[in-house]
């Protein structure tokens, strides 16, 4: 029953979060913020989602195998993101800023 | 061959995780076949090594890992008020670091590391400085400060 309550709360929170993505694709003004609106359902999405999914998983090789979606998700959806956005700068797009800076990490 | 070794366990521990057969003989011989055809095959061509296989990695991913999920969620969670609050600003914006691994593998942590991050994506590597958009002055602010570079940099090691 416990598991029940978290496990729904969980899918329910990561349903949330990919839906405010989703408005986050519509809502912000160009393509480079878009994506940022598709990593939210991304990675709090799904990983919420998932997470939850592990709560009601009837025994452990289940969950091995949700945890390997997740892992699998975390290695592939930054890469495609990745590959999507400079495919859009190699192409030409410039996203849409304020200002650009020349910066060194203090490393 | 110690990485071929450490491919045939890690094959073989994944065959039986997914497959959750323990005590049928002729399906744990099949999948023995399959994990020695995949080795035979990765040897042959030669992509058994540190990058293929990288064993010095997981030691520093334990904990970097937890500390990568805390940044996600905080920075998922702001993105996400700016997204469905008018009144809260964006301000994107492209900026520059460079990365301090010394490795393809720490670089390929690192720019997947910020992408993952909501607010900050990874547009385009070169050599080692690596340009990202950011959606907000405080994401961006949070990759100059270089923290997530340093951590990154703590998980390749020195192997």
């Known amino acids: 029953m416990i598991l029940e309550i978290v496990s729904s709360v969980l899918v329910i929170a990561g349903a949330v979060f990919a839906v405010i993505g989703g408005i986050g694709i519509v809502r912000l003004p160009d393509f480079f913020s878009r994506i940022h609106g598709a990593g939210i359902t991304d990675t709090l999405g799904a990983g919420l989602i998932l997470t939850g999914l592990m709560f009601l998983s009837p025994d452990w090789t289940v969950t091995v195998k949700l945890v390997a979606i997740l892992v699998l998700l975390g290695i592939t959806s930054p890469t495609a993101t990745h590959a999507l956005a400079n495919a859009a700068l190699e192409t030409g797009l410039r996203p849409d800023v304020d200002e650009t800076e020349e910066a060194t990490s203090s490393s | ?159």
Do not use: C
């Not at chain 2, 991913?61 to 009144?87: G, T």
């Not at chain 2, 100059?144 to 192997?159: A, I, P």
């Open chain 2, 1 to 159: 061959m110690t990485y071929a070794a450490g491919l045939v366990a890690i094959l073989a521990g994944v065959w039986l995780l997914l497959s959750g057969y323990f005590d049928k003989p002729l399906l744990l011989g099949l999948g023995a076949v399959s994990v020695a055809l995949v080795v035979f095959i990765s040897l042959r061509m030669r992509i058994v090594d540190d990058e293929g296989l990288p064993v010095q990695l997981p030691a520093g991913l334990v904990r970097y890992l937890p500390w990568l999920v805390i940044e996600i969620v905080k920075a998922n969670v702001d993105v996400a008020l700016r997204i469905i609050r008018p009144d809260l600003p964006i301000r994107p914006r492209v900026i520059r670091v460079r990365a301090g691994q010394r490795t393809d593998v720490g670089r390929v942590i690192y720019a997947n590391s910020i992408t993952l991050t909501p607010g900050t994506v990874t547009i385009d590597t070169e050599g080692d400085h690596i340009t990202i958009h950011a959606l907000t002055e405080e994401a961006a602010a949070g990759v100059l400060s270089g923290e997530m570079d340093r951590r990154v940099t703590r998980v390749e090691g020195h192997g």
